[in-house]
């Protein structure tokens, strides 16, 4: 069972930046649908981004432009760059892995935008 461990995050000013990181504890990129989601308070789980093994994204309406997914393979990484930071952003962040339709969440991290 793959095992993934988030970092980043922390409060930011809005307009700023951060990066979110998935650590996983084998490889991603074989079959998998890597995603990033997050979950506001009272609200339900929303996709932000996801990307494909073969490494096409695709990104929420409400982030395009602002975000950016990115992996690393060789160290078994994946990122989220996030910029121009708006409050309605403000919520935990979960990265993803799905296989065959058995997702893998990690632990969460809180994003808070807010001056």
């Known amino acids: 069972q793959v095992q993934l461990v988030q970092s980043g995050g922390g409060l930011v000013q809005p307009g700023g930046s951060l990066i979110l990181s998935c650590a996983a504890s084998?490889?991603?990129?074989?079959?998998?649908?890597m995603g990033w989601y997050r979950q506001a308070p009272g609200k339900q789980r929303e996709l932000v981004a996801t990307?494909?093994?073969?490494?096409?994204?695709n990104y929420a309406d409400s982030v395009k432009g602002r975000f950016t997914f990115s992996r690393d393979n060789a160290k078994n990484m994946m990122y989220l760059q996030m910029t121009s930071l708006k409050p309605e952003d403000t919520a935990v962040y979960f990265c993803?892995?799905?296989?065959?339709?058995?997702?893998?969440w990690g632990q969460g991290t809180q994003v808070t935008v807010s001056s």
């Open positions: 993803s892995l799905n296989k065959m339709g058995i997702v893998t």
């Open positions: 084998r490889s991603l990129f074989s079959g998998y649908i």
């Open positions: 990307m494909s093994s073969g490494g096409g994204t």
